[in-house]
């Protein structure tokens, strides 16, 4: 069985920093690109950074850029996303996905074959 799992959310104060974890299992990844999302409370699910299956392409939201990085352990099956800087506005429940052997990243969610369940970010003011 196909899983992504996310792990590292929680709760810091704006102008603090988290780093997600999404551990992959039930088949490989290494050729996929990987991605993370995130939803707000009454809000649209939204793109937050992708990378390539190899690690040398990467895509952030205009929000994130230069507050958030995304990287990968094909190794390990495992995509990261360390986040500094924290806004109120990064409130979210963060998802990872999995684009099956894409040839490059992209940022539309229906893309992607495989989804984590999510975890919650939340940033105090």
């Known amino acids: 069985q196909v899983q992504l799992v996310e792990s590292g959310g929680g709760l810091v104060q704006a102008g603090g920093s988290l780093r997600l974890s999404c551990a992959a299992s039930?088949?490989?990844?290494?050729?996929?690109?990987m991605g993370w999302f995130r939803q707000a409370p009454g809000k649209e699910r939204e793109f937050v950074a992708a990378?390539?299956?190899?690690?040398?392409?990467?895509y952030y939201a205009d929000s994130v850029e230069g507050r958030f990085t995304i990287s990968r352990d094909n190794a390990k099956n495992t995509v990261y996303l360390q986040m500094n800087s924290l806004k109120p506005e990064d409130t979210a429940v963060y998802y990872c996905?999995?684009?099956?052997?894409?040839?490059?990243?992209?940022?539309?969610?229906?893309?992607?074959?495989?989804w984590g369940q999510g975890t919650q970010v939340t940033v105090s003011s």
């Open positions: 039930g088949r490989t990844f290494r050729r996929d690109v």
């Open positions: 996905a999995a684009d099956r052997n894409a040839p490059i990243p992209t940022i539309y969610a229906n893309e992607y074959d495989y």
């Open positions: 990378i390539s299956w190899s690690g040398s392409s990467t």
